[in-house]
C-alpha cells in the first residue's frame, strides 16, 4: 500500500495548518493510501545540530519520511516564508529521505501573501531530490477559511486541498519503488 505522510510546520494548538493537511490526508486515505501526520507541534525534536546524530524523536521521524512514498507538506507563512518549526525538521531529511518520493505543498497565510512560501519550499525540497507535484495550496486568510473544527468556509477551496492528497498518491504510485 502507498504511504502518504503529512508533516505540519504549525505549533499553534487550532493549526489552520495542520487542519487543513488533515484534509488532503483524508483524500488521499479515500483513493487507498495509508496515511499519517507528523504534527511537529507536538514531538520532541530539539534545533538541528550537525554534529549530533539523533536528537530528540529525529530517527523516528525522519524514518516516517523515509519510508513514505508520498509527503504533504504544510506550513504557515511567516515572514514570508515557512516557519522555524518546519525548517528546524527539514534539516534533519535530506535525499535519503526525499528521493524518489511524491512531496504536495501547502501552506496557509494569516493574510494574503503565500506564494514566496511556497516558492521556498519547491526549491528546498528539489534541492534533495524529491518529485514536487504540480498541484499546491495556498490559503489566505487561513484563520477565516477554516473553522476551528477544521472545516472549510470555502467548497472550492476544500476541493483544491483534496486534490492535493489526491495527487500527491497518484504521483508517488507512479515512482519507481525506492523504499524496503
Known amino acids: 500500500m502507498t504511504r502518504i505522510v503529512a508533516i505540519s ?3 499553534r494548538a487550532n493549526s489552520t495548518t495542520r487542519a ?8 488521499a486515505a479515500e483513493a487507498g493510501a495509508e496515511t499519517a ?10 534545533l538541528y545540530h550537525p554534529d549530533e546524530d539523533e536528537q530528540g524523536e529525529s530517527e ?12 504533504i ?5 511567516y515572514r514570508g516564508s515557512y516557519s522555524s518549526t518546519f525548517k528546524n525538521f527539514h534539516d534533519f531529511c535530506g535525499s535519503e529521505e526525499y528521493e524518489y518520493t511524491a512531496v504536495g505543498l501547502l501552506t496557509t497565510a494569516g ?11 519547491r526549491s528546498t525540497f528539489r534541492n534533495v531530490h524529491a518529485w514536487v507535484v504540480p498541484h499546491e495550496v ?18 472550492s477551496l476544500r476541493d483544491r486541498t483534496e486534490r492535493l492528497g489526491r495527487m500527491v498518491l497518484e504521483h508517488a504510485e507512479r515512482l519507481p519503488e525506492t523504499h524496503g
Request: no cysteine; aromatic share 2%; net charge negative.
Open 37 to 46: 501526520l507528523i504534527d511537529l507541534g507536538a514531538v520532541d525534536l530539539p
Open 9 to 11: 510546520g504549525s505549533r
Open 60 to 71: 523516528r521521524l525522519t524514518r516516517l519520511v523515509r519510508e513514505a512514498d508520498g509527503v
Open 111 to 121: 493574510g494574503g501573501s503565500y506564494g514566496g512560501t511556497l516558492e521556498h519550499l
Open 73 to 77: 507538506a504544510g506550513s504557515p507563512v
Open 20 to 27: 487543513a493537511l488533515r484534509v488532503a490526508l483524508d483524500a
Open 138 to 155: 495556498g490559503i489566505r486568510g487561513a484563520s477565516s477559511a477554516i473553522a476551528d473544527d477544521g472545516t472549510f468556509h470555502d467548497d
